[in-house]
């Protein structure tokens, strides 16, 4: 199993300027060799990663010499990623790939296993030196390459580890989960977590600092500290609102084997000119993306509902729908009267955390046994356990 450890870089200003470099060498291969694939292809030939290769390779050192001056994966790799780009592609796996941009792309290069050594809180990169790390390696295994990549004003490198795979263990116990934006995710066992909202929170210093960077003078200093200030802002949001997301999946992985959850349309979500904000603000995908892969590492499965799955307007008891429900009626009341709750007041995100349990466990086959107890309020753990 392949598992990767960032680690925050504290360069010098000279290693600093170095990594600058590294990635700028980088990211001009890359457009290079996009542009003569493009250029061959056109012209009806059949181009190679192999051979963009060689081809650079033999005016490398007329027409770019200052690519030696920096390690020798930055002009390496960028051919490797281009052919699995291009693989992906024709795959219809992904988009065709585009040119990289100096200001919009993000700025990194390669290390293959060979070409770095780990210290003790330092790397040693090849044409300058030991860098200083902030923690050392916590993986245990061997290391099989590393990529330094720069976020706001810091570097970070993301060293890839093998490790040897751990035997997980089963657990029985099943839960489902409700997501959303007042709370982002409610749990069948009347849990509930709540949206942080990280970005509402942080919107007035945010909106203060894009006021002042286009303020200032293009080309300027002032512009530039403005830029990285505005920088900051953006990725201490994006650090406490992972940090949110992964100590929740990694609390539920630990405690649940089965988990029922919600197959939202993020895209169209996301179009909503009233709501996209909040949305991409609450990272339902990035939750969903964690808590899959958590899961199976152990040994559980999560279990993703139909998108038209009405968990919001069904009675968890009976089975009763409410279709006139709208997105303001917070508590869900059964008219079936022959219902236990009948016009008993419930909370509208745990009817439907327990809905999305119940769809769950039918789907894998267990709900001929536990559906009943379902039904009745017994504990759904139990029915699970006895299957």
Not at 94 to 123: C, T, W
Not at 170 to 191: F, M, P, Q, W, Y
Not at 288 to 312: A, C, D, W, Y
Request: charged share 30%; with cysteine.
């Amino acid at each position: 199993m392949i598992r990767a450890h960032k680690i925050r870089l504290n360069p010098t200003p000279e290693q600093a300027n170095y990594f600058a470099r590294a990635a700028g060498t980088s990211r001009f291969v890359w457009n290079w060799a996009l542009a003569e694939w493009n250029r061959q292809y056109e012209a009806g030939e059949k181009p190679t990663v192999l051979k963009l290769k060689k081809q650079f390779n033999e005016i490398r050192r007329e027409q770019f010499p200052w690519t030696w001056e920096v390690t020798k994966n930055a002009s390496d790799q960028p051919f490797r990623d281009l052919g699995k780009a291009f693989t992906a592609f024709f795959e219809g796996k992904a988009r065709r790939p585009r040119f990289k941009s100096k200001k919009k792309s993000k700025p990194s290069f390669y290390l293959a296993n060979d070409q770095f050594e780990l210290g003790d809180h330092r790397v040693w990169i090849p044409k300058l030196g030991w860098v200083n790390l902030a923690e050392n390696l916590r993986l245990k295994g061997k290391v099989t390459g590393a990529r330094v990549t720069r976020t706001a004003d810091w570097w970070f490198i993301s060293l890839t580890v093998e490790v040897p795979d751990e035997r997980p263990e089963k657990r029985h116990t099943a839960v489902g989960i409700d997501v959303g934006l007042n709370r982002l995710a409610t749990l069948s066992t009347s849990e509930g977590v709540e949206n942080q909202a990280f970005l509402k929170t942080a919107l007035k210093k945010l909106r203060q600092a894009n006021k002042r960077l286009h303020r200032r003078k293009p080309g300027s200093k002032n512009r530039e500290k403005a830029r990285r200030q505005v920088a900051r802002l953006h990725y201490r949001i994006t650090c406490m609102r992972e940090d949110v997301l992964h100590k929740l999946t990694t609390r539920l992985a630990d405690c649940y084997g089965i988990i029922g959850i919600e197959d939202l349309n993020l895209k169209g979500l996301l179009k909503n000119r009233r709501l996209s904000r909040a949305f991409s603000d609450a990272a339902l995908g990035k939750l969903l993306n964690l808590l899959t892969s958590k899961v199976e590492q152990h040994g559980g499965q999560v279990i993703q509902m139909g998108r038209f799955f009405p968990s919001s307007k069904t009675c968890h008891s009976c089975g009763w729908k409410w279709e006139g429900m709208e997105l303001s009626d917070r508590l869900f009341l059964c008219q079936n009267l022959h219902c236990p709750y009948h016009q008993l007041a419930q909370d509208r995100d745990h009817n439907a955390a327990l809905n999305i349990l119940r769809e769950a466990l039918r789907l894998i086959g267990l709900i001929d046994q536990a559906v009943t107890d379902i039904g009745s309020g017994a504990d759904v753990n139990s029915a699970v356990d006895a299957t």
